[in-house]
C-alpha cells in the first residue's frame, strides 16, 4: 500500500514523464520551434518592407512635428546605399516586433512540456505580460521622451548672428532612426523589471524584505541606467528612471503576493503530508 505523502510525488513524476522525450526528439522540436520562428520573421520581413515608407513616417513623425511650420527642414542621407539599409534595418525591426508573439508562442511551445501543470499557470501570466510591459515602455518613450529629448538638442541651433557661422540641424536618415529604434526597444526592455523581479522571487532568488531593503541602491542603479540608455540630457533620464523606480515598487508588492502564495501553498502540503501520514481508523 503506497504510502499517503508519496502520491503527490508520484502524481507531479507521472506529469513531467508526459513531456519527456529522447535527445534526437527535443532537437529536432527546436528545429521545428526555430523554423517557424524565422519563418514568421522572414514573412514579416518582407511585408514590412513592403510598408517601409509607412513605418518611416510613423518613427519621423515626433521630428516631423517640431518641425511643423518650418519650410526647408529635411533628413539627409551621405552613402548612396544608406537610404536603403536603412529601410530594411527599419523593416526588420518591425517585423520583429510584429511577430514576437509567434516567437514567444513558439518558445513555450518547446519550454512547457519540460514544467508541471501548476508552473505552466504560473508563468503564463508573465508571458502575457512581457508584450504589454513592452508596449508601455516604448510609448512612454515614443510620446514623452524623443520629442522632449529633440527639442532640447534643437535648443542648440545658432542662427548664425554678429558674423558669426550658423549651426543648423540636419539629422542623418540612418542615425536618427537608429537613435529612435534604439530608444524605443531600451525603453520596452526596462519597463521588463516586473516581470523579471517577481520571476527571481518565484525561483526563490531574492525576497520582498531585501528589495526594500537595498531601495536606496536601486534607486541609485536605475539613475545610472537611465544614463546609458537615454541621450545625455537630465530629462530623458528622469522619463526613464521614475517609471522604474515606481515598477520597482510593483515588483515588491508582486514579490509579495508570490511569498503569500508560496507560504499558503507549502502550509497546505504540510497539512496534506499530516493528514496522509496519520494511520487509518481501525489499524
Known amino acids: 500500500m503506497a504510502d499517503g505523502n508519496t502520491v503527490p510525488e508520484d502524481d507531479r513524476e507521472a506529469e513531467l514523464e508526459g513531456g519527456r522525450m529522447p535527445l534526437l526528439d527535443h532537437l529536432i522540436e527546436l528545429r521545428n520551434r526555430l523554423i517557424w520562428s524565422f519563418g514568421a520573421i522572414i514573412v514579416a520581413w518582407a511585408a514590412c518592407y513592403y510598408f517601409s515608407a509607412a513605418i518611416y513616417r510613423f518613427l519621423a513623425h515626433p521630428l516631423a512635428e517640431i518641425y511643423a511650420g518650418e519650410p526647408g527642414r529635411k533628413m539627409i542621407f551621405t552613402a548612396l546605399t544608406e537610404a536603403f539599409f536603412t529601410y530594411l534595418k527599419v523593416s526588420f525591426w518591425a517585423a520583429i516586433c510584429i511577430s514576437f508573439p509567434i516567437i514567444a508562442s513558439q518558445i513555450w511551445k518547446f519550454v512547457a512540456p519540460g514544467l508541471y501543470k501548476q508552473e505552466r499557470r504560473a508563468f503564463l501570466p508573465y508571458l502575457c505580460a512581457t508584450p504589454v510591459l513592452f508596449a508601455m515602455g516604448a510609448s512612454l518613450a515614443y510620446f514623452v521622451v524623443i520629442p522632449t529629448a529633440f527639442r532640447f538638442f534643437l535648443s542648440f541651433e545658432n542662427p548664425g548672428t554678429d ?47 531585501g528589495l526594500i531593503s537595498k531601495w536606496r541602491y536601486a534607486v541609485v542603479g536605475m539613475f545610472a541606467v537611465a544614463a546609458v540608455l537615454t541621450p545625455p540630457d537630465i530629462i530623458s533620464q528622469t522619463c526613464l528612471a521614475v517609471p522604474l523606480i515606481v515598477l520597482y515598487g510593483v515588483s515588491i508588492i508582486s514579490c509579495r503576493w508570490v511569498e503569500k502564495a508560496r507560504a499558503k501553498r507549502e502550509a497546505e502540503e504540510e497539512a496534506e503530508l499530516a493528514a496522509g501520514g496519520k494511520p487509518a481508523a481501525g489499524e
Open 163 to 209: 558674423g558669426s557661422l550658423p549651426i543648423i540641424s540636419e539629422p542623418k536618415v540612418n542615425e536618427y532612426l537608429s537613435l529612435v529604434m534604439t530608444l524605443l526597444f531600451a525603453f520596452g526592455v526596462a519597463f521588463q523589471l516586473p516581470v523579471l523581479l517577481t520571476l527571481m522571487a518565484r525561483a526563490g532568488l531574492i525576497t520582498s524584505a
